[in-house]
């Protein structure tokens, strides 16, 4: 119960009280009342009838006052109380839901800085004691032996870290690389600046295009060599100026083999078509030779001229394929995001004052050569402007006919058609890097073209680019949550815990871990078709410590559960049944603790298959649902995702096991440090605040039945 409940219940039974004692006096009176001379008893009506009506209204006062404490005071009290919990364990960025008109007056603004520096504060303390080392320096301990060449520049491209490997990559420039040196003057800027540019765009993003890097090649200054390179934004907190890359470099032989197996083609090719020309040919002549030629013979020749011509056909074909793929792996196409490709070309032209790009299209995925299209693309609206009224062109990405068309509207006439082939022919240069821009909108199958926009007055130019197929994919965002699962046998095993009981919450392994199913009713069939756990040790969820597999569920998935996580029948057709994997999980997950969201679900689904399966789950069990009702019993929304926007943790991959698992993980270390601050310390006080909050959500279900 919390403290308002509790002090709204001491009120109601000091008023019974007060009632109470009135009722006794009015009985007092009325029994005495026959020896009392009317006169008085006339007076002793009017003074009691006053002071009952007196009391009334003091009580209606004193509640009126009390409501209006509540709302301005006592409320905002009690969410600031429990922001600050949050804010001081585990979100510092935490929002404070607090009424506007409150009594509080700068007390939140300082509560708020205050649990932030003591949140940084306990972070500092734990890293140094942890690490004895700050980020960059753990990063050297761990590349400083790899083999792959490694720098670390910031946003101006000053080299923080670079490893042995790269420093012999470069090593015939190696008076230029340095702590503090520009990474300029080791590799072509063009194609570097244009990639920190994209990711620059992601920095602080939940979701973007190019989490996972950008690759591109790189041209050493003053070198004949080509450098295949990889550059990955890192998270670095304080903003902008302090954006730091890391950059992955190799030689480029990847590039080379590529042009070694378009030789290969291009001599394979040929020689396969020597047969049929020749066949074509000799067929062709004896017809030109002998018109008079008819019947069966006629035929037969005709015959050859169709199946040869068949044939020369397939294998132009399969000759256009393997090139077309050749050339997508020598220009490192990647899947981004319209928005980022975009923003990323604002950034560029941020240094031509007389263009200013406005952006009005959907968020679309293509396929491309980002730091490359993007170098097109800002050469071809330098050009544009000058057929501009007012420097302003507008930018609109559309879905066409599988083609994701890029539009640049402006006010202002059309450009000619010979102006457009024209542009074809201009190159762009960054040091000694010349690329054409015609083999760039080629490789992107980009054909120019111009023509009046239907709004009046202005014209467009649009660049087709090949989509991505993640444009196609089933979204994964807003989902419906699993509905809360109502099997209060969950807490059971408490009393046989034994001696875990007294451990330390910090001190127990747990493995988190969730499944995804064909439906929510174990009872009735429904069948685990996937499940995922990640081992959190020492108040650390383990990368390298984790189970996932798919589960073949021996009957069809509904599309209604495909909508959800997405997962097939041809996905699951050929894994392993539940008798082979859940024994594989038991081991696993060892003796640990496990955890779960909503955990009375998963544990049924696994509870049912025990017996099959020869196994027995008897580990102790914390739920984040439960554990988060008994933190903020006052907040009604208790599902993961409302969890973790309440503790600041990032949702990814949602409604697949692995994806739910590590939100989950991440979720229940935020909690485990909200419980420490509330005095729950072992894993039996865990448990029995979670106890005290299944008799809790027994009573509301039954109340709701």
């Known amino acids: 119960m919390s403290s308002r409940s ?106 708020r800085q205050l649990a932030s520096a003591l949140f940084y504060t306990r972070r500092q303390v734990k890293e140094a004691l942890t690490h004895g080392m700050d980020g960059l320096e753990r990063l050297e301990r761990v590349i400083k032996h790899l083999h792959v060449g490694l720098v670390v520049i910031n946003g101006e491209a000053g080299i923080l870290l670079y490893n042995a ?42 979701e973007c295009s190019v989490n996972n890097g950008v690759r591109f090649f790189c041209a050493v200054v003053q070198d004949d060599r080509m450098l295949d390179c990889r550059m990955s934004l890192l998270p670095v907190e304080g903003g902008k100026g302090k954006m730091q890359f890391l950059i992955t470099l190799e030689e480029a032989s990847q590039s080379m083999a590529a042009l070694r197996q378009g030789d290969l083609l291009i001599h394979h090719g040929l020689e396969n078509m020597r047969g049929p020309v020749a066949n074509l040919r000799a067929a062709v002549e004896m017809l030109l030779l002998h018109p008079e030629m008819e019947g069966e013979m006629s035929r037969q020749f005709i015959q050859v001229i169709h199946d040869e011509g068949e044939q020369l056909s397939q294998r ?213 078709i996937s499940i995922a756990g990640v081992r959190i040790v020492n108040g650390r969820a383990l990368s390298g410590e984790k189970f996932e597999r798919l589960i073949n569920p021996g009957r069809p998935i509904p599309p209604e559960s495909t909508r959800i996580h997405g997962l097939t029948d041809a996905d699951v057709a050929d894994k392993q049944s539940i008798e082979e994997v859940l024994p594989q999980f038991k081991e696993f997950v060892g003796d640990s603790v496990l955890v779960a969201h909503n955990a009375a679900f998963d544990m049924k689904f696994l509870q049912i298959k025990e017996s099959v399966c020869g196994i027995h789950f008897d580990n102790p069990v914390l739920d984040t649902l439960l554990l988060s009702v008994y933190l903020h019993e006052e907040v009604t929304d208790h599902t993961l995702d409302a969890i973790a926007e309440r ?59």
């Open 165 to 206: 490997a790269a420093q012999n990559l470069l090593r015939h420039r190696a008076e230029f690389l340095g702590l503090g040196r520009s990474f300029y003057e080791l590799c072509a800027r063009m194609p570097v600046e244009t990639t920190m540019t994209l990711l620059s765009h992601c920095n602080n993003q939940q």
């Open 316 to 528: 132009l074909d399969w000759i256009a394929g393997e090139a077309d793929a050749l050339a997508a792996n020598h220009w490192l196409q990647t899947d981004v995001l319209s928005t980022d490709l975009l923003a990323g070309l604002q950034r560029r032209l941020e240094r031509h004052q007389d263009i200013r790009l406005q952006s009005i299209g959907d968020a679309l995925w293509i396929r491309a050569d980002a730091p490359a299209l993007l170098l097109a693309l800002e050469k071809l609206l330098i050009e544009l402007a000058g057929y501009t009224d007012d420097g302003l062109i507008e930018v609109e990405t559309l879905m066409g006919d599988r083609r994701v068309y890029i539009d640049f509207i402006w006010r202002g006439k059309m450009v000619p058609a010979t102006e457009v082939e024209s542009w074809r022919s201009m190159t762009v240069a960054d040091g000694g890097l010349r690329l054409s821009l015609q083999e760039i909108l080629e490789r992107h199958g980009c054909e120019l073209w111009s023509r009046s926009h239907r709004r009046a007055g202005h014209a467009m130019l649009r660049v087709p680019v090949t989509p991505s197929q993640r444009q196609w994919q089933m979204p994964q965002d807003e989902m419906p949550e699993r509905p809360e699962f109502y099997d209060f046998s969950l807490m059971d095993s408490f009393a046989g815990l034994g001696r875990m009981v007294a451990k330390s919450l910090s001190t127990l392994n747990y493995i988190v871990f969730d499944t995804e199913t064909t439906g929510l009713h174990p009872s009735k069939g429904d069948e685990i």
């Open 6 to 111: 509790k002090f709204w219940s001491i009120l109601f039974l000091f008023y019974a009280l007060c009632l109470a004692i009135v009722a006794g006096v009015v009985w007092v009176v009325m029994r005495e009342m026959p020896s009392v001379a009317n006169e008085t008893y006339y007076w002793l009506q009017k003074v009691f009838v006053f002071s009952l009506f007196a009391l009334f209204c003091f009580t209606i006062l004193l509640l009126q006052i009390w409501s209006w404490l509540d709302r301005v005071l006592i409320k905002p009290l009690s969410h600031l109380d429990r922001s600050m919990a949050i804010m001081a364990n585990a979100d510092p960025n935490h929002q404070l839901a607090i009424r506007p008109d409150h009594l509080l007056g700068d007390l939140p603004a300082a509560a």
């Open 647 to 705: 503790l600041g943790v990032v949702i990814h991959d949602r409604h697949t096991a692995m994806g739910d698992t590590e939100v989950t993980a991440e979720v229940f270390l935020k909690l485990l440090e909200l419980l420490k601050a509330k005095g729950i310390s072992t894993l039996g006080l865990a448990m029995q605040a979670s106890q005290s909050m299944v008799q809790i959500r027994r009573q509301q279900a039954n109340a709701n039945y």
